[in-house]
């Protein structure tokens, strides 16, 4: 999944972007279908930054309720996942430029995935130098929702095996 973030003060704040993800649960197994999984990284012009998950800033930002008017709030049907750079970014004169997101999700089980909604919400955390996410420190500048439909694939036909190996002994 890829998410495309651009700052949105020219104030030149030095904040921790982040990236907050709802993810639907399967209720037969009270965990989510898919499991967040690498790469996950927050590119600044071809600066790749590592993300980190941060459990303490989503629930800090939760109970807040910071997000809730981008559809991110405690909700029975999603499992939230907050991923955020492990140092701070400086906005400065770049509200015009935009850092591209990447978090890689995996289907769980053997189980088709049924038509769901995921919700992403962004923004940035404002800590005052003690790394604890205390209220009011972080604030949601955006959301949004999309769908999410993952299939099995489909079983090897014969033509598909046929095609394969004549691929592989050519060296293809």
Do not use: H
């Not at 003060?9 to 990236?19: K, L």
């Not at 807040?64 to 999603?78: A, L, P, R």
């Amino acid at each position: 999944m890829r998410i495309r973030l651009q700052p949105w003060s020219q104030e030149g704040n030095r904040d921790y972007p982040f990236v907050i993800v709802g993810l639907p649960i399967n209720p037969d197994t009270s965990s989510p279908y898919v499991s967040v999984v690498s790469p996950k990284t927050f590119d600044t012009g071809g600066n790749f930054r590592p993300l980190v998950r941060d459990d303490g800033l989503r629930d800090q930002l939760l109970a807040d309720d910071n997000c809730s008017n981008y559809g991110i709030e405690t909700s029975t049907g999603f499992q939230y996942y907050l991923f955020r750079t492990g140092t701070p970014v400086n906005d400065q004169g770049r509200v015009a430029k935009y850092a591209m997101t990447k978090l890689g999700l995996k289907a769980k089980g053997t189980t088709e995935i049924p038509l769901s909604t995921v919700q992403i919400g962004s923004g940035g955390w404002e800590d005052d130098n003690d790394s604890i996410p205390e209220v009011d420190e972080a604030f949601c500048n955006a959301g949004s929702e999309t769908s999410m439909l993952i299939k099995q694939p489909a079983p090897a036909t014969r033509t598909y095996i046929r095609d394969l190996r004549r691929d592989l002994t050519r060296g293809r």
